[in-house]
């Protein structure tokens, strides 16, 4: 596992080599803060809480997040190096989970630089401050689960515009199966059984209930294992794609 | 040493490398020489992992390429077909960051990166960043990449393409400098480049081997082997020239006044030639013994199986 820390390494630095970071970080910041503020009506809910900051993290994530995760490999791919990549001595897993951390950790920072949202609100009022921790965390899960996927997407298409667009697309899917709308096309036919597993597979029910300082193993156990499925889809895909 | 046994990849529709033996020892420089499509890339990938055989499979200094990758990987620098690097990094970090991925750290990594930019002349351009470089010091970063860890096993996939004359010249001293007690796979489609240095070519088409033998060995194939072009300025009579023994055929040139006499197999003319040149008294400006054509000798080879 030490040419993890390599990968992970030249992953990360690459982020920053151009102004895309920078322009990303920008953006993130800025639309989280619109959101909360303007849309979310943050001062006139007159409480000392985040909660509508990361209401509207799954909808900031579903266009943000594909966008840091569609050159993951999509570029390697169009360029050549997966060939590179591929012949050193590192193993498909080292590679995928390299990759996937260094993605994981640029949205950990970009979540980060968010603090002065905590302190607003610690100015403002008393808020629980141990309901905000655990609502960072769910966030980066969830910006994590969105990066699996993404990754993954990333590795089934060459291009990549398509590589996010079919990552905001399965991302969404997921969202979306939490909502009455979508159970109710299933609820018709199918047994109670498979709708709830539909229902469960949403990352909005997890995400809510983390972001409000719930914290259920469940709910992490099913981010972690979300994210570690789709690395295993990716590293097959990468196999089987990689020479196309 | 390398072994290739019954190596072979299917893709959907069609068979891109078709049971290939082969078996290269240290020192050797391999050409591996085949028209565009005919597998050598194909084949370099199996070799280095990247494709997985669809059977068969190649050994690396015994360690087998489908089974123990890893082991085969860190033996092998290789420099795929038109050098792709991190465009974005600068060249020193790209090739820090291969030193740390080949397991050099602190010190040692200094020293490995600094032989290689020493070796291939990189200082100028180490903190630019590679795709501001142009084609000549991409492949040479390329090439740097693949012989950090001073490989026991090199496998170039066509290392000169598309690089002027001078840089093909360095780059070929440079990999004959390598080349001692190493075992070299180079691959290209610049006959020229054979000759000058390998010490045994392989000819595939279609995925198949077609030839395996030295350079000279091969050049002895063509029907210009031994074949004597003269240059005269004045006609020269032609019949009296086709009838000296060992002539097996006369073909005239482009040039005025310039006949090639072909010899037959296995016979020297160029002694009977000059011989009747100087009982003729002809001017003859120009008098020269051919080893041989390789690019008339892989038309041959590759043509029929192409078709």
Redo the contacts between chains.
């Keep these: 596992m ?2 993890l820390s ?2 992970f ?2 992953e990360l ?2 982020y920053f ?2 102004p895309l970071a920078y322009v990303f970080l920008m953006i993130f910041l800025v639309l989280s803060g619109v959101f909360t503020f303007y849309l979310g009506g943050f001062y006139e809910r007159n409480q000392a809480d985040l909660t509508v900051f990361f209401g509207f993290h799954p909808w900031l994530y579903l266009f943000l997040v594909p966008a840091i995760a569609m050159r993951l490999w999509a570029e390697e791919r169009k ?3 997966i ?2 990549l ?6 498909r897993a080292e590679a995928v989970a390299g990759k996937f951390l260094a993605a994981w950790v640029f949205a950990g920072l970009a979540l980060l630089l968010t603090f002065p949202m905590v302190l607003t609100v610690n100015y403002l009022g008393e808020p629980d401050n141990g309901a905000i921790l655990t609502g960072y965390l769910g966030s980066w899960l969830l910006a994590g689960s969105y990066l699996a996927v993404g990754g993954c997407m990333s590795a089934l298409a060459r291009n990549q515009v398509i590589a996010f667009i079919l990552a905001v697309s399965v991302c969404f899917l997921f969202i979306v199966s939490g909502f009455p709308m979508v159970l109710d096309l299933f609820s018709a036919w199918a047994p109670q059984g498979l709708v709830d597993v539909v229902a469960s597979l949403s990352f909005l029910v997890r995400f809510d209930a983390i972001s409000k300082g719930v914290i259920d193993l469940r709910d992490l156990l099913y981010f972690l294992s979300f994210i570690a499925a789709w690395l295993a889809a990716t590293a097959v895909v990468i196999d089987l794609k ?2 196309d | 040493m390398i072994e290739l046994r019954q190596l072979t990849k299917r893709f959907a529709r069609h068979t891109a490398v078709d049971a290939l033996s082969l078996t290269v020892r240290p020192g050797e420089v391999l050409g591996f020489l085949g028209p565009n499509g005919a597998g050598k890339s194909t084949t370099m990938k199996m070799l280095t992992g990247f494709l997985a055989p669809t059977s068969g499979t190649a050994l690396i200094q015994g360690f087998d390429i489908q089974t123990q990758t890893r082991q085969a990987q860190r033996l092998i620098g290789y420099l795929p077909e038109g050098a792709p690097c991190y465009e974005d990094m600068r060249v020193g970090a790209f090739l820090g960051f291969i030193a740390e991925v080949r397991g050099y750290r602190g010190e040692e990594q200094r020293r490995r990166v600094a032989r290689v930019v020493e070796q291939l002349e990189l200082d100028r351009v180490l903190g630019q960043t590679i795709d501001t470089l142009s084609k000549g010091f991409k492949r040479r970063v390329g090439l740097a990449q693949a012989i950090l860890h001073d490989p026991q096993v090199l496998i170039l996939d066509e290392p000169t393409d598309g690089l002027d004359p001078n840089q093909k010249h360095q780059v070929r001293e440079l990999i004959r400098g390598l080349a001692a007690d190493k075992i070299v796979i180079i691959s290209t489609h610049i006959l020229e480049e054979v000759g000058a240095l390998c010490s045994r070519a392989v000819v595939i088409a279609n995925g198949r081997l077609v030839a395996d033998d030295t350079p000279l060995a091969l050049e002895r194939r063509s029907r210009y082997h031994q074949a004597v072009t003269l240059v005269s300025d004045e006609a020269l009579d032609s019949e009296a020239l086709r009838a000296l023994p060992g002539v097996a055929g006369i073909e005239r040139n482009a040039r005025e006044h310039s006949l090639t006499l072909l010899a037959a197999p296995g016979q020297v003319i160029y002694p009977q030639v000059s011989e009747l040149i100087r009982q003729r008294g002809w001017a003859v400006r120009e008098l020269d013994v051919e080893r041989g054509r390789l690019d008339e000798v892989f038309r041959n080879l590759t043509r029929g199986e192409a078709a």
Excluded: C
Aim: no cysteine; glycine share 4%.
């Design positions: 030490r040419q390599v990968i390494k030249r630095a690459s080599a151009t360029s050549g190096t060939e590179l591929m012949t050193l001595p590192i193993s990689k020479a």
